[in-house]
């Protein structure tokens, strides 16, 4: 069971500046960006917000990304972004000095559990640790342990920087735990096999994930069997990010869709029709 904390926080969505304080490659075809904005003032951990990429009049979509660390005081937000199309590739050329518009902060994020007395397991799939590192943060401020599997293909796209930036807000008998599918760092195999393992050791009492559906839906089915609640991070194409297109349809147990952009990106994961 969870509950509603930073939910009644959660601004509107809003147009804002930014500019662009680094923007340097960390791992393979992987970006760590820093921005100066307004928007850092308002957003919540697994919100996301929508980037306009200047350089194509030919692309309208703006770029959904989700955040690893919001700077409230100092307006800066971090994101860690992969380049797989056209518009990521023209995000990495962007510079220091920079400055284009971002649409947030959108959707609904993470919740605290309900039971802050239970110790969390936070589950990643490749650059889904950004918003995992956003929800280990809120965890950490609500005094809440957690430990944390972050998997990835292979080791050369493993964001070490995000990882030592995840480090230190770590309870003492916490763990990072790497898993990489080829076996080339850490645990060889996919991260539910190494779930089950933790499982096995420990008592969760919440799981919170993001990455591939395919790997979310296999943490979820495991969470069903073993009566832990969690939470998923989806991801669906997205055409406006902020309800108007309806093109980010997420299928639900009740019957009917629930929009990615408005009521998400954060489900409960047993009301998601996987
Ligand atoms: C809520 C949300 C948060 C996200 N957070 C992050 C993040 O923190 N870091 C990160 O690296 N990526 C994140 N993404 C994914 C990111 O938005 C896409 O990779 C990006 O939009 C691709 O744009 P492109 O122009 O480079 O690629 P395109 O040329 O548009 O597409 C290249 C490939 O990526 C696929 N793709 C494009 N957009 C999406 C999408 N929205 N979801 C799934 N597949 C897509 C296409 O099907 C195609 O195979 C997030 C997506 C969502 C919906
Ligand atoms: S992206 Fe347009 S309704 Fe969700």
């Known amino acids: 069971m969870i509950a509603a904390n930073a939910q009644g926080l ?36 697994g919100q996301f917000m929508n980037f306009a990429v200047p350089g194509d009049p030919t692309h309208i979509l703006r770029i ?16 860690y972004y992969v ?13 220091t000095g920079d400055i284009s518009t971002v ?14 007395s239970g110790r969390c397991l936070l589950v990643s799939g490749g650059i889904g640790l950004a918003p995992i590192a956003a929800a280990a943060g809120m965890l950490s401020d609500a005094g809440i342990a957690y430990d944390v599997i ?15 930036e ?31 393992q933790l499982i096995a050791e420990h008592s969760y009492g919440c799981v919170l994930t993001c990455g591939p559906e395919v790997m979310m839906h296999g943490i979820a089915a495991i969470c069903a069997r073993e009566g ?3 939470q998923a991070s989806m991801e669906r194409m997205m055409g406006c990010g ?19 952009c408005m009521d998400g990106p954060v489900f409960d994961a047993k009301e998601v029709a996987w």
């Open 10 to 45: 959660q601004g509107t969505v809003g147009l804002h500046e930014f500019c662009v304080l680094a923007n340097e490659q960390v791992a393979r075809d992987t970006f760590r960006l820093e921005i100066s904005s307004l928007v850092a003032k308002r957003i919540q951990p």
């Open 64 to 79: 959904p990304l989700s955040f690893s660390h919001a700077d409230a005081p100092d307006s800066h937000v971090t994101m």
């Open 83 to 95: 380049t797989v199309g056209e518009g990521t590739k023209r995000l990495s050329s962007m510079r």
């Open 103 to 116: 649409v947030g902060p959108c959707g609904k994020g993470w919740r605290l559990p309900e039971d802050l």
């Open 150 to 164: 972050a998997g990835f293909q292979t080791a050369a796209r493993i964001p070490e920087r995000l990882i030592s």
């Open 166 to 196: 995840m480090e230190p807000l770590l309870a003492d008998d916490a763990k990072i735990h790497l898993a990489t599918d080829d076996g080339s760092y850490g645990f060889a195999g996919f991260t539910t096999r190494l779930m089950e």
């Open 228 to 230: 832990i609640a969690c």
């Open 242 to 260: 902020f309800g108007a297109c309806g093109a980010c349809n997420i299928p639900l147990v009740a019957g009917g869709y629930a929009s990615c």
